[in-house]
């Protein structure tokens, strides 16, 4: 059994904030000991001075491609990649072929996951069978086999029968479910922001009408049902308004956005770039700003890098044909130290509350979102001044695909521990 000291590193806490120059004693997978001043032999010691330890990063929203699209991405590149993004979970969903919507599915990559052994792997179940929005697919199978939620992600689940259905099983089973809101019938032609901008390029629009009927049908349905609602993405203003006042209601629902809408907008496509063509849309300034402040206030609980690597062919073609999709989990953490620890937007703590401790606490994963002893050794080791490039050819990934190449950063990744073990250490 290896046993580590890492002496002298300041630890983020999620609740308490910062606590400076403690040890951290690991002996198998969990925290042994925090103290200062730790003494003793046979420990393999980590200098942790002037560098931050955050608990380990959960990705509530990560594309592993595999089973079925290999050529995209594999559960072991993925898993190399959160590793050296920090990350010591990720959430696989579930829009693989075939479908994660059913046991063997599920089963099958909990257990090439546990080979890989770089991160723990959480199944997120489809809603629907094969995704199709037509029948529910078999909930209690895929909760035996590990799953933590069930969506059918890319997807939104347009039958409001079948969505009421499924919210009655998530109040059965206290398991959320993520909806990717966006009407099909409003949006599905759309490549990019419905706004004057996007039209004098000549795309057609994804209207911000269409997230916001969504959110606004799931949160009706969720009155009814009482049951567990995460909306994934959000991309649109108005559904920050929509979700305060739900929960406000006291309805059990909770949100995440993603690193690119909170950096960028829809002028990130100028020049019809396709790295940066997602689903949602990037969108206006005006829907950036009330994105940050929702994060700020609580009223959005989650970052989630919603990691969609593809292959280069996939994104060298006209914008209307090009897959929508940025390869984040590599940038994701120094992008928020960056563009808002850096720029007194967003303080430590809250960074580690919304890239860790609430994932953890939604999905309700023991052991992890905290450093605390007899919690499993999850930890993301950060210097928080180093600066770095973006340079998409080193990433693990087999998806290079980010509108953030040759932005500088501040703020890198220099260890990774998962339960007990180095996953990733900067050369």
């Excluded at 929203?61 to 190399?80: M, N, S, V």
């Excluded at 799931?218 to 567990?228: F, V």
Aim: hydrophobic share 35%.
């Amino acid at each position: 059994m290896r046993v580590f000291l890492i002496k002298n590193i300041n630890i983020v806490d999620p609740e308490e904030g910062v606590k400076e120059r403690y040890d951290i004693l690991i002996e198998g997978e969990r925290i042994k000991k925090i103290e200062k001043g730790i003494k003793g032999e046979g420990f393999e010691v980590i200098d942790g001075e002037n560098l931050y330890a955050f608990p380990g990063l959960i990705d509530a929203h990560t594309h592993l491609r595999e089973p079925g699209f290999e050529d995209k991405e594999t559960i072991e590149t993925a898993c190399k990649a959160a590793a050296k993004g920090g990350f010591v979970a990720v959430f696989a969903m579930p829009n693989t072929d075939p479908s994660m919507d059913r046991g063997p599915v599920i089963r099958y990559v909990r257990e090439k996951a546990k080979m890989v052994d770089l991160c723990e792997v959480f199944p997120i179940g489809a809603i629907t069978k094969g995704r199709k929005g037509k029948e529910l697919a078999d909930f209690y199978e895929m909760i035996n086999e590990g799953t933590i939620g069930f969506s059918d992600d890319g997807d939104f689940v347009q039958n409001s029968k079948l969505m009421q259905n499924a919210l009655y099983y998530t109040r059965d089973f206290n398991l959320p479910l993520i909806q990717h809101a966006e009407d099909k019938f409003l949006c599905e032609e759309g490549v990019a922001n419905e706004s004057p901008f996007t039209l004098s390029l000549g795309l057609k629009g994804r209207p911000r009408e269409g997230e916001i009927i969504a959110v606004l049908r799931d949160i009706t349905l969720l009155r009814k049902t009482k049951g567990r609602l995460h909306i994934a993405h959000v991309s649109a203003r108005e559904t920050v308004d929509i979700i305060e006042k739900a929960k406000e209601e006291g309805l059990n629902v909770t949100c995440e956005v993603t690193p690119h809408h909170l950096i960028l907008t829809e002028k990130a496509i100028e020049g019809f770039n396709t790295d940066a063509k997602v689903n949602p849309p990037l969108r206006e300034e005006e829907d950036r700003e009330k994105l940050i402040e929702g994060l700020k206030r609580g009223i959005i609980d989650i970052i989630a890098t919603d990691h969609a690597p593809h292959r280069l062919q996939d994104k060298e073609k006209e914008f209307d044909f090009a897959s929508p999709g940025i390869s984040g989990l590599e940038t994701a953490l120094s992008l928020v130290l960056t563009f808002f620890y850096h720029k007194n937007i967003l303080d430590l703590k809250d960074i580690a509350r919304v890239m860790s401790y609430n994932p953890a606490c939604i999905f309700k994963i023991d052991g992890f979102g905290k450093i605390k002893e007899n919690y499993f050794a999850n930890l993301t080791i950060v210097d928080l001044n180093e600066e770095w490039e973006v340079k998409p050819e080193e990433f693990v990934s087999k998806g290079k695909n980010t509108p953030f190449k040759g932005y500088k950063l501040k703020g890198k990744v220099k260890y990774t521990f998962y339960k007990g073990k180095i996953t990733y250490k900067e050369e």
